[in-house]
């Protein structure tokens, strides 16, 4: 076709005398049809691009800023497959950074003009594509696939919108290696396929490079899509080592083995958390969420959890453990280290036995999100083929646990437990985890305190209401026991009403007295003990009324059991029941247990703000004070912390020892176990660092002892240690739970601790219960 000569203007006449312009003139389209005269699309003019690229700013670590990602979705069996192909489109992704030569870069179009989707169908020599990038030279397109994926595929081109013009060149980096860069590619080229390896890939570069110049260079990245799959644990293994199934994070892309950092792939430091530097583990932003498919081999997950140090102290977070949408561990408010201070790690374990899906999930403290660079440090999975001792049951209830709960309990011989409640309420959970049975009483203004079960199947509990002891008995079929007190409640004064004062100017203080643990003797009469009222005159002519030890017996009508010590009961004071400190100390008894011979033992303690003096007694079977025991039937055991020790639970040993656990410290903040000998003599002890001293208390509440000599323990711990296993020399059982730390996590307290007839450990609290194996 003859073509009319050109015009030519001043200025490119200017050009070509001189040589001086960076770029020819943009030559004519092949086929005038495809483009008009007079059409953009980039011939020579230059709109540069970029997102996410912010210069740095006074404070950065995301001061109230945004930065939102979303990692690819990686196959796997949580859903159907249709969800989980692992097939990702980029156009549908979030990009970590991205640069391109004209206009934004276009999400399943082509480039088009200046505007975000000015673009059309990508097409590619006739070919159109649904999916894919449409680009300009240069350009680089930044993807962090943090190893999730396996292949990266496309079908890359010229977009046909400028004809046969243009001439680019595609290259792919993983990692900032190059794994492939296709010949010169031009719009007279049909579709080349890429097909690429991407194994152990962390960051995906998809570049688009110039010519001869930058005319017309609208390249499109066709289909181009990443393959993920979420491979299963095996064996002890680092979480920054796993592929998860998918991620979110608030502030750039989940770092790997550093902290989060900024808002590029691996710009993380190493993570620090209290002046202590981990190797291993994850960065990220409060909020963020990372899913794991552990397809149910795994026992245990645990992880050193805080504030990256990088934050210079600001920012708080929450750390929680999710096991297919059940809590399975959190940490609390986790506030920044100081700088300079050093601090105790915060630690989460959690027990995943049977956990299909985990999710590790990070919330802001409660003050935004501001500097919530979070660190997963050290975080790492168990999923050892055999079975681990301490592991949950996944026969009973879900994965281990029924989400019912109590503030006592007890096994029953086809391995059921009935769980007490604190208004006086029973629940029985079948041995296969759910309930099978309730009853109840009415006790206005009741609080149950303990649950013992007699060989016939009844059940008596023991508390207080109104300042009195109240006992109530159940039948089998958890119906109250119309036998037994008033419809199979009874309710005891065993305090004294005192005039308190001067004797001519006296006051009443009205009796009280409660229960706060209970036993039953073989022939069905029942001992519970507590504290009561009674008077004490500190000096002449002056009376006070005082808290003093109470240990009681009722016959199996209810009835008190006058044989027994002093009009049913024994009364006992702490030797130095006065104190200069304190006036009257108040002394409790908080445990009792039976020996085979008949022969009863008792632990309480006597408070003076903060500080506490314990003592274990032993009575005769008719409540006379054992004088084998202690040489008077009563031992003081020295205490093991420096405030003394509060016992909260006594076990007599099958060899006659007798063993207490409790807390200690001031306020209780560390746990302590100690034994005495039959004699009552001192027979070791230990304190465990379960709690940090000042921030939270460390107390056993439950021991039960297995047939191999073995004591476990029920406790409440900051750090979800509660539920551990003592060997015979009370060191801590290393073949037992996480990380051989002698421990099972369990995320809420665990008041009650039994033996089933299997030899499983089943621990209750106030909204759990939950059975390992031994």
């Known amino acids: 076709m003859h073509q009319p000569p050109r015009r030519v203007g001043p200025a490119l006449l200017l050009c070509a005398l001189l040589a001086a312009c960076s770029q020819p003139p943009a030559p004519l389209p092949d086929d005038e049809s495809i483009l008009p005269p007079g059409s953009p699309y980039a011939n020579g003019a230059a709109y540069p691009w970029s997102d996410r690229l912010e210069e740095p700013v006074a404070d950065p670590y995301a001061a109230g800023r945004d930065y939102p990602w979303q990692s690819p979705t990686a196959a796997s069996t949580l859903e159907a497959q249709a969800v989980r192909s692992g097939l990702n489109e980029l156009g549908d992704l979030p990009w970590t950074s991205a640069t ?5 870069v276009a999400r399943n179009h082509s480039n088009g003009e200046q505007d975000v989707n000015d673009g059309r169908t990508l097409t590619i020599g006739g070919k159109t594509f649904a999916k894919g990038l449409g680009v300009h030279a240069d350009s680089s397109v930044k993807y962090a696939l943090n190893a999730q994926c396996s292949t990266f595929t496309a079908s890359v081109g010229i977009d046909d919108e400028v004809g046969k013009r243009g001439r680019v060149t595609f290259q792919v980096l993983g990692d900032g290696r190059v794994l492939y860069t ?19 890939v962390r960051e995906l570069t998809l570049n688009v490079l110039k010519g001869t110049s930058t005319y017309y260079d609208h390249a499109d990245w066709a289909d181009a899509r990443v393959m993920c799959q979420a491979p299963r644990p095996s064996g002890t293994v680092f979480m920054s080592d796993l592929a998860y199934t998918t991620a979110t994070n608030n502030w750039g892309p989940v770092e790997i083995d550093a902290s989060n950092g900024e808002q590029k792939q691996g ?5 620090t958390i209290g002046q202590t530097a981990y190797t291993r583990g994850l960065g990220v932003h409060a909020n963020s969420t990372i899913t794991y498919d552990l397809g149910g081999v795994c026992q245990a997950f645990t992880a050193v959890v805080g504030i990256d140090d990088e934050t210079q102290g600001r920012g708080s977070a929450a750390f929680t453990v999710y096991g297919d949408g059940r809590l399975l561990s ?4 986790v506030p920044a280290v100081l700088p300079g201070y ?3 790690p915060v630690v989460v374990r959690a ?3 049977g956990v299909r899906e985990l999710k590790l999930v990070v919330t802001d403290g409660g003050d935004g999100k501001s500097f919530d660079h979070a660190d997963w440090a050290d975080a790492k999975l168990y999923c050892n083929p055999g079975r681990m001792a301490g592991t949950t049951d996944a026969s009973f209830g879900q994965q281990g646990h029924a989400s019912v709960g109590g503030v006592d309990s007890v096994v029953e011989p086809d391995s059921a437990v009935v769980l007490l409640g604190a208004d006086f309420s029973v629940k029985r959970v079948s041995a296969g985890g759910k309930v099978s049975g309730a009853g109840s009483v009415t006790v206005a203004g009741g609080s149950a305190r303990a649950l013992a079960r007699q060989s016939n199947g009844t059940l008596v509990v023991v508390g207080e209401a109104k300042g009195a002891v109240v006992a109530v008995r159940y039948l089998p079929n958890l119906q109250p026991d119309p036998s037994f007190g008033t419809g199979g409640v009874k309710v005891i004064q065993y305090g004294e009403a005192v005039q308190v004062g001067e004797t001519e100017n006296s006051q009443t203080q009205p009796a009280r007295s409660s229960a706060n643990d209970v036993t039953v003797q073989p022939d069905g009469k029942i001992v519970l003990v507590g504290t009561l009222t009674q008077s004490v005159q500190p000096i002449p002519d002056h009376t006070d009324s005082t808290l003093d030890h109470l240990i009681a017996r009722l016959n199996v009508d209810g009835t008190p059991d006058t044989t027994f010590g002093s009009s049913s009961k024994v009364t006992l004071k702490s030797p130095g029941y006065i104190s200069s400190t304190c006036g009257e100390l108040d002394d409790v008894m908080a445990a009792v247990a039976l020996q085979p011979d008949g022969k009863i033992v008792a632990a309480g303690n006597s408070d003076c703000t903060g500080a506490t003096d314990s003592l274990i007694v032993r009575l005769l079977p008719g409540g006379q004070l054992d004088q084998s025991f202690s040489t008077d039937g009563i031992a003081y055991p020295a205490p093991l912390g420096n405030y003394g020790d509060n016992i909260r639970a006594l076990i007599v040993q099958p060899d006659g020892k007798v063993m207490i656990g409790g807390g200690t410290d001031r306020f ?11 004699a009552g003599g001192p027979d070791g002890g230990v304190i465990f660092q379960i709690a940090d001293e000042f921030y939270e208390q460390g107390t056993i509440y439950s021991l039960a002892g297995q047939a191999d000599g073995k004591v476990v323990f029920g406790a409440r711990s900051p750090n979800s240690q509660n539920l551990g296993r003592l060997n015979a020399d009370l060191t801590l059982d290393t073949s037992f739970g996480i990380e051989s730390s002698g421990y099972v996590t369990v995320t809420a307290p665990v008041t009650s601790v039994n033996i089933d007839p299997l030899g ?15």
Request: glycine content about 12%; aromatic content about 4%; hydrophobic content about 35%.
């Open 182 to 200: 296709s010949p010169d590619v031009t719009g007279a080229d049909s579709a080349r396929a890429v097909f690429l390896n991407v194994i152990g």
């Open 351 to 353: 027990d995943v036995t």
């Open 668 to 678: 209780q903040t560390s746990a302590f176990v100690s034994r005495l000998t039959p």
């Open 100 to 104: 391109n030569g004209w206009g934004p």
């Open 342 to 344: 050093e601090e105790a």
């Open 330 to 333: 959190s940490s609390g408010r």
């Open 267 to 271: 710009d993380g430091r190493p993570l």
């Open 760 to 774: 499983r450990i089943v621990g209750s609290g106030a909204a759990d219960t939950v059975r390992v194996l031994p």
